[in-house]
């Protein structure tokens, strides 16, 4: 079963720092570009930041660069968001997908064999103040 499971989501204070993980299963993640999203409550879903496939360059959101990094494991199958200096705007559900990158700004178009599935739970990330 082709899928991706984000995890490493938890409630942290202002300034903190939290890693995301993006697992996958059933395909090989070095393969596509992978993109972060996140929802607040009451608000759209957004790009956060994108790796693209192959030579590995990297986008971000102008709300979080300096302060977020997107990264590939070196297993092979787990992207990561490594998020340092986090504020309470930054609260939201996180996802990520395949996608196609672009930008700036960042720009991120669904892609792959997931293009069309539903968005599954994502990881929650509090900030308080």
């Known amino acids: 079963q082709v899928q991706l499971v984000e995890s490493g989501g938890d409630l942290v204070q202002r300034g903190g720092s939290l890693r995301l993980f993006c697992l996958a299963s059933g395909f090989i993640l070095d393969d596509y570009s992978i993109g972060w999203f996140r929802q607040a409550p009451g608000k759209e879903r957004e790009g956060v930041s994108c790796?693209?496939?192959?030579?590995?360059?990297?986008y971000y959101a102008d709300s979080v660069k300096g302060r977020f990094t997107i990264s590939r494991g070196k297993a092979k199958n787990t992207v990561y968001l490594q998020m340092n200096s986090l504020i309470p705007e930054d609260t939201a559900v996180y996802y990520c997908r395949t996608g196609d990158c672009a930008g700036p700004p960042l720009t991120i178009v669904l892609s792959g064999t997931m293009k069309n599935d539903s968005w599954g739970p994502g990881t929650q990330v509090t900030v308080s103040s």
């Open positions: 790796i693209r496939s192959g030579d590995g360059r990297t």
